[in-house]
Nanobody
Framework: QVQLVESGGGLVQPGGSLRLSCVAT????????MGWYRQAPGKERELVATISSGGSTNYADSVKGRFTISRDNADNTVYLQMNSLKPEDTAVYYC????????WGKGTLVTVSS
């Protein structure tokens, strides 16, 4: 059983930065794809970024060049560095682990507003 706990969300002004963290506990987490998804009010959940166990990354077009996903396999932690934040980045951000099944965290709210 994998458990995911996100942190780092909050209120930030447009143009600002935040770093989200996701601590994963459970067997073999370091071998699994990890990712960040987000869900804005009234919208479906969407992919933000993913990272393989070897560090290969993939990003949604809307965040390319602004967000960076990384992981520390020693600590089973995945990060999402978010720069140049825009109001449209406002959403609940969820950590995802692609193990034998898909695991999800409870989410952390990011609000970008002046």
């Amino acid at each position: 059983q994998v458990q995911l706990v996100e942190s780092g969300g909050g209120l930030v002004q447009p143009g600002g930065s935040l770093r989200l963290s996701c601590v994963a506990t459970g067997p073999n987490v370091r071998f699994y794809f990890m990712g960040w998804y987000r869900q804005a009010p009234g919208k479906e959940r969407e992919l933000v970024a993913t990272i393989s166990s070897g560090g290969s990354t993939n990003y949604a077009d809307s965040v390319k060049g602004r967000f960076t996903i990384s992981r520390d396999n020693a600590d089973n932690t995945v990060y999402l560095q978010m720069n140049s934040l825009k109001p449209e980045d406002t959403a609940v951000y969820y950590c995802n682990c692609r193990g034998p099944i898909a695991y999800w965290g409870k989410g952390t709210l990011v609000t970008v507003s002046s």
